[in-house]
C-alpha cells in the first residue's frame, strides 16, 4: 500500500446551522481544498447518518459533488452510524493507498437540528438492534446509563469523574471556536450546590445532562493524497500511519462482559499495529465522548491506561491540557459536539491541526502522533486512526 | 388640565408585595442574583434589550420587542399592575422577566428574555416569576403563553402545563396555558431554586448598577450575504468556483 497524507482540512462551528444539509458538507470542503491549494479531486466521499430520515435527503454525495463543481469526479456517501467520518476516511484512505486516486475528498456533515430533540433521540436510537433493544425503548442514553451503572460498581467510577471529564471538555471547547458549548461549567455548578441538581438534572440515572454531548449540526473534511502530492505541496506532512476498524455485538446484552468494548480494543491494537507505534507514543488524542463515561472507558480500551484506572488517570489531571496525554483538547463530542456523521472527520480535523501546531490557545506542544477512536453504535462498530506528523 | 387627563390615563397599581430577592449557583459556579427592580431602574434594562429586536433566531425580536414595550410602558405609568425582575451576575444583566397580576387570584406571565443564553438562566428567570406568583402574590394560576420552541419545551413541557385554550392570553390572544398551584408544588423541588436572604455584598453589587450584558445574543451569521441564492444560501458554490477559477487562471 502507498503511504496517504492529510493534505487539507476544513470546518465548519459545530452548532445550529441554518443551511440546507448538502451545503454542510460542501463548505468545510471547500474550505479543506483551499487549504491544500488542490482542486483535481478525484473521488468524493461523504459521512453521514442521517440525511434520508432527518433531512429527506437521498443521494447526499451527488448533491455535495456538484455544489463543489467537482463534476465528474467519482462520489459516494458513507453511511455508518455515529462511525460515518472515520469510515468514510478509511474508504479515502483505501482508494488513495491502493493506487487507484491520488487526490481524495472526504467530508462528513450532519444536519440534527433540523427536528427537535426527542426526534433527534429516535433518529439516533435506529442504530439500536430494532428487536432486541429499539422495540423496548432503548435510547442511547438509556444504553450508557446501563453501562455507566456496571462501570461504577466495577471498577469505582463515581458522578464526581463524570462530572471532571464535563468540566474538563467543556473547558477546553471554550479555547475551540468551532466548537458547540462556549458555557464553563464547574464542579460546584454541576455537582456541588444546592441547585445542582437542577443545573444538572439526571437525564437517565446515573448521567446527567451534562454527562451528554449536545444534538449539532457541523461537517467537517479532510483532503487525502498520495506521497507524491503531500510532497509537491507547502503543507506540513501529516501521514496516516495507522487504521483500525473492529465491530461487536449489535445487541449489547449479548456481549460476554458489556463494560469491555472488545471493538474499541480490537481497532486500536489494529491502528497501533500498523503505524508500528505503541499507545505511549501518542502525544493527543481524540475519542469518542458521546457520554462522560466513554472517554473513561475508550482511553483504558485504546491501551492508554489499565483497564479501570482511566478515571484515576483523570483524577491526577493525566488527560488535562497540561497533563501527561492531553484527551479532547477541541472539547470532543461533549464540548465540541457531535453532528454524527461529521464526529470522525471532525476528530481527524483537529489531530491534524495539533499535528500542525496550529491549534491556537488549545494546542499541545510539540504534538507529533495522534489519535482518534471514532465510536460507532454503541460500540458496535468502531474506528480508530493514527497520525503522525513527518516533517 | 393636562395633571388631570394624565390622572385619566395612568393605571391606578394595586398594592402588590415586593419580591425578595434571592441567588442562586450557574452550572459554570457564578453566584446569579434575581431581585425587582422599580421603574427608575428601567432605562437601564430597554437599551440593553432594545438591540435584540434585531435578533431573528429563537424568536428573540418577537419576545424583544414585546417586552420593550411592556416595561417602557410600565416605566412611563401606561400599564398596570405589572413588575419586573432582573438576573444579574457580577452586575451584568442575564435575564429579565415580567408579568402582572390580573386578580388578587389570578396572575398573567408576560416575558422572559435571557441574555446570556445556557446555563438555565431564563429558566432560573422563569420559575423565580412562577414563585413570586404562587407564593408571594398569592395566587392560585398564572396564564402562560410561549412564543418560541424554547419556551414551549422550558414552561409548557417541564411544568406540563394545563390547557386554558377557551381564555385568550394578553399576548396575542392566543390560547393559554395554566400553572395552577398544584403544578407549582409539584415542580418546586426540581426546578424552583435559590437562597435567602442574598449575602450583602452580592446583593450591594447587583444594586449598584445593571451592567450591560457581556455576551449577548446575536443574529444568525450571514455569511457571504451577497452571493446568496435560492440554492446556495451560503455562497459556498459561488465561492468555490471563483476560487477554483483563481487558481486555475493563476
Known amino acids: ?391 | 388640565m393636562a395633571v388631570d387627563l394624565e390622572k385619566i390615563l395612568r393605571p391606578e397599581d394595586h398594592p402588590m408585595p415586593p419580591f425578595p430577592a434571592k441567588y442562586m449557583t450557574l452550572a459554570s459556579g457564578e453566584q446569579m442574583v434575581i431581585r425587582q427592580v422599580d421603574r427608575d431602574e428601567i432605562p437601564d434594562i430597554l437599551q440593553y434589550v432594545a438591540p435584540l429586536v434585531n435578533v431573528e433566531r429563537d424568536f428573540y425580536d418577537v419576545v424583544a420587542a414585546r417586552l420593550y414595550s411592556e416595561i417602557l410602558a410600565y416605566s412611563r405609568h401606561r400599564y398596570q399592575d405589572q413588575y419586573v425582575l432582573v438576573a444579574q451576575v457580577d452586575g451584568e444583566i442575564a435575564a429579565v422577566v415580567n408579568g402582572r397580576q390580573v386578580t388578587p387570584n389570578l396572575g398573567m406571565s408576560l416575558h422572559t428574555v435571557a441574555l446570556r443564553r445556557g446555563l438555565r438562566i431564563g429558566a432560573h428567570a422563569f420559575a423565580t416569576k412562577m414563585e413570586y406568583h404562587m407564593d408571594v402574590l398569592g395566587h392560585d394560576e398564572v396564564l402562560i403563553v410561549a412564543e418560541s420552541p424554547i419556551g414551549f419545551r422550558r414552561w409548557m413541557i417541564e411544568y406540563q402545563l394545563e390547557k386554558r385554550f377557551g381564555t385568550p392570553h394578553e399576548l396575542g390572544g392566543v390560547p393559554s396555558w395554566s400553572l395552577t398551584r398544584e403544578l407549582f408544588d409539584r415542580a418546586r423541588d426540581t426546578l424552583v431554586v435559590g437562597r435567602r436572604p442574598v449575602p450583602d455584598e452580592l446583593l450591594a453589587k447587583a444594586k449598584a448598577g445593571i451592567l450591560p450584558p457581556s455576551d449577548p445574543p446575536t443574529p444568525p451569521a450571514d455569511l457571504l450575504a451577497a452571493t446568496r441564492s435560492m440554492y446556495d444560501s451560503t455562497g459556498t458554490a459561488l465561492m468555490a468556483q471563483r476560487w477554483r477559477q483563481e487558481v486555475e487562471h493563476a
Open chain 1, 1 to 391: 500500500m502507498r503511504d496517504v497524507y492529510v493534505a487539507g482540512i476544513g470546518i465548519t462551528s459545530f452548532t445550529r446551522l441554518e443551511y440546507p444539509l448538502a451545503e454542510i458538507a460542501a463548505f468545510p470542503a471547500m474550505l479543506a481544498m483551499k487549504d491544500s491549494g488542490l482542486t483535481g479531486i478525484e473521488q468524493v466521499y461523504v459521512a453521514n447518518m442521517g440525511a434520508a430520515r432527518v433531512n429527506h435527503q437521498t443521494a447526499l454525495a451527488s448533491a455535495v459533488v456538484d455544489s463543489l463543481s467537482l463534476t465528474p469526479a467519482g462520489a459516494a456517501s458513507i453511511e455508518n452510524g455515529p462511525a460515518s467520518g472515520s469510515a468514510a476516511i478509511k474508504e479515502g484512505f483505501l482508494a488513495v493507498a491502493s493506487g487507484m486516486h491520488d487526490i481524495v475528498l472526504v467530508t462528513g456533515a450532519e444536519r440534527m437540528r433540523e427536528v427537535n430533540n426527542l426526534e433527534a433521540t429516535d433518529f439516533i436510537a435506529t442504530l439500536t438492534h430494532p428487536l432486541a433493544e429499539y422495540i423496548y425503548g432503548v435510547t442511547l442514553p438509556s444504553h450508557a446509563a446501563m453501562f455507566t451503572r456496571l462501570y461504577m460498581e466495577k471498577y469505582g467510577v463515581t458522578e464526581r469523574h463524570l462530572a471532571m471529564v464535563a468540566v474538563k471538555n467543556q473547558n477546553n471547547a471554550m479555547l475551540n471556536e468551532f466548537a458547540h458549548l462556549h458555557q464553563p461549567i464547574t464542579i460546584e455548578g454541576i455537582l456541588d450546590s444546592p441547585e445542582a441538581m437542577t443545573n444538572n438534572p439526571y437525564v437517565a440515572e446515573p448521567l446527567r445532562f451534562f454527562d451528554a454531548c449536545p444534538v449539532s449540526d457541523g461537517g467537517a473534511a479532510v483532503i487525502l493524497v498520495s506521497e507524491e502530492v503531500a510532497k509537491s505541496i507547502d503543507r506540513p506532512l501529516v501521514r496516516i500511519a495507522g487504521v483500525g476498524q473492529a465491530t461487536d455485538t449489535h445487541a449489547v446484552h449479548e456481549r460476554e462482559n458489556p463494560t469491555d468494548l472488545l471493538a474499541v480494543r480490537r481497532a486500536a491494537e489494529l491502528s497501533f499495529g500498523m503505524a508500528g507505534l505503541t499507545p505511549s507514543d501518542v502525544d493527543v488524542a481524540e475519542l469518542h465522548d458521546a457520554f462522560t463515561i466513554l472517554e473513561i472507558a475508550e482511553s483504558e480500551e485504546v491501551g492508554f491506561f489499565a483497564k479501570g484506572e482511566g478515571h484515576i488517570a483523570l483524577e491526577k489531571g493525566e488527560t488535562a491540557l497540561d497533563g501527561r496525554l492531553p484527551i479532547n483538547p477541541s472539547g470532543g463530542l461533549k464540548g465540541k459536539g457531535h453532528p454524527v456523521g461529521a464526529t470522525g472527520v471532525g476528530q481527524a480535523h483537529e489531530i491534524v491541526h495539533q499535528l500542525r501546531g496550529e491549534a491556537g490557545a488549545r494546542q499541545i506542544a510539540d504534538a507529533r502522533i495522534g489519535f482518534t477512536c471514532n465510536f460507532g453504535g454503541f460500540g458496535n462498530n468502531v474506528i480508530c486512526l493514527t497520525f503522525v506528523r513527518e516533517n
